[in-house]
């Protein structure tokens, strides 16, 4: 079992659902993410999804696409994800997991990424512009112990819901919205419902367009952890100490939002 699906059984066990955050690598500055994240840790989060900056992040939102044009202006690359990978994972022993697109991976090589990544304390991954239909020429080129999660949406279907689960591995990553990162939060809850019912090998995690402990409240029950990654990139663009302790205190009380009563 992955070290992902064991985290999530131990915390559901203890009545806690979890709170995985998302943080674009290398923002807001190179020299402050390791430490940034780890506070981020501290302060509450169960799982750090390192996100590998790209040009053109097709399903980001402004706050994300901007802190992606940030990091790669600070030159930041993908080795970089892995050197703070390796000393996040020194530190802490939460699970981390890469978050990026196909393009960079491809360019760098599919097998040298995975290696690297299992190297340098990595858990798992998600790539969202990799289709079902292009999982097979994608990941079974490789041999990974890491687990690769794959996402669903309100629109999906319930037999590529069902492939989904099956090829999916840690958790399922439930998009609550038609759109982009950073909108507001509008759950079908019927829809979530039906896609809750048919996952039946994995954990569900949801994400997009929550940012509140409001939001966490309404949506927990449907759900084993919510994702959270626009709200807290904007509190920290300015990178000084006050930012960094309102996202703190953020990640703290949408974490007490995820306990069960």
Known sequence: MSEIRNYIDSSLALKEKILSVFLTAGYPSKNDYVDICLSILDAGADFLEVGIPFSDPL?????????????ISNGISIDNVFQFSNSISRRNSKPIIAMGYANPILNYGVES???????NGISGVIIPDVPLEEYEFFYNQIKTKLDIVLLTTPTTSSNRIVDIDNKSSGFVYYVTLKGVTGQSILIDTNKLKS????????????????????????ILE????????????????DGNTKAIDKALKLVSDMKFACKVE
């Open 59 to 71: 399903a980001d939102g402004s706050v994300i696409q901007a802190s992606s044009e940030k990091a």
């Open 113 to 119: 990424f995975f290696i690297k990544a299992a190297d």
């Open 195 to 218: 896609t809750r019912e048919l996952i039946r090998k994995n954990h569900l995690l949801a994400g997009f367009g929550i940012s509140s402990p409001s939001d966490v409240h309404s």
């Open 222 to 237: 449907h759900v084993d952890g919510v994702i959270v990654g626009s709200r807290i990139i904007k509190e920290i663009e």
